[in-house]
């Protein structure tokens, strides 16, 4: 049985201070085209540099606070390097390819098992190194680590549960960040790739007439895709959940983190 537990990796007071910039940056990647104005000269190619730029610094910033304030020593970092690596090489399994992707598991469990701070770099760095495996280096590799970094913060905060009620409990966040994810995404490049129409981004309106295409759009585009991701996750929870949190809170133990 998958016992009740803390995160094994738990975060201070300045860890959480760079990882509510961290999402206070996220929200502004993602939300600022809804307020774009007629003759901007922001899009998508000029913006990602930016992100991209102000998104490593930070990662690598959580990384430093936590070995500078002793929530992560060496053992942490070798099993982050061990488990950013092996999402990076199961990503290609699903490559969404209809939406299955399997690159959420691991940031899930590892959210979930080491806390929410190893969970935010864990999602980053897996996506950042499978998008040079892959060769899906491009304008949206920044939005993509974002939002996974956020998948696996989001599951290092998730209720204490064991046995099979935190398995349901992975599940069912697996599911809802399957289609989180994909709109999210689809959000960041939607203005720049949907014509001005009654599904288009029109910088001339608002940004609740924006917001309302967009859903529009998405509902006729996103969600089959979007479920593709989310069955992925629940199966994979479903049927390797209990036994690699179980691997990885025995490695956890083992490591006796300080």
């Known amino acids: 049985m998958v016992g009740r537990a803390t995160p094994a990796l738990p975060i201070g007071g300045w ?9 206070l940056m996220g929200v502004l990647a ?3 085209p809804l307020f774009l104005r007629p003759g901007a000269l922001l899009g998508a190619d000029t913006l990602a540099p930016l992100i991209l730029a ?5 990662v690598l910033g959580v990384v430093v606070v936590q070995l500078s304030q002793h929530e992560l ?14 999402g990076a090489v199961t990503r290609p399994l699903g490559a969404g390819t209809a939406g299955f992707e399997t690159v959420f598991f691991l940031v899930i469990i590892g959210g979930r098992v080491f806390g929410p701070g190893f969970g935010f770099v864990l999602g980053n760095t897996t996506l950042f190194a499978s998008a040079l495996i892959v060769g899906g280096v491009g304008p949206w590799l920044p939005h993509q680590m974002l939002a996974t970094g956020f998948t696996g913060l989001v599951a290092g905060l998730l ?22 994810f994909g709109t999210l995404m689809d959000f960041s490049f939607w203005p720049f790739a949907v014509g001005i129409g009654g599904q288009g981004f029109d910088p001339a309106v608002g940004p609740a007439d924006n917001l309302r295409r967009f859903l529009a759009y998405e509902l006729v585009t996103g969600m089959g895709w979007n479920a593709g991701r989310a069955i992925t996750n629940v199966a994979l929870v479903t049927i390797l959940g209990a036994p690699v949190i179980r691997v990885l809170r025995r490695a956890a133990r083992r490591a006796r983190f300080e």
């Open 15 to 23: 860890s959480k201070v760079m990882l509510v910039t961290a999402a």
């Open 30 to 32: 993602f939300a600022w």
């Open 54 to 58: 102000a998104l490593l610094p930070l």
């Open 73 to 86: 020593d060496v053992k942490g970092l070798a099993l982050l390097g061990i488990l950013t690596a092996m």
């Open 159 to 180: 209720p204490r549960l064991g046995g099979r009620a935190e398995i349901a409990l992975l599940a069912g966040y697996g599911a809802i960040t399957g289609f989180v």
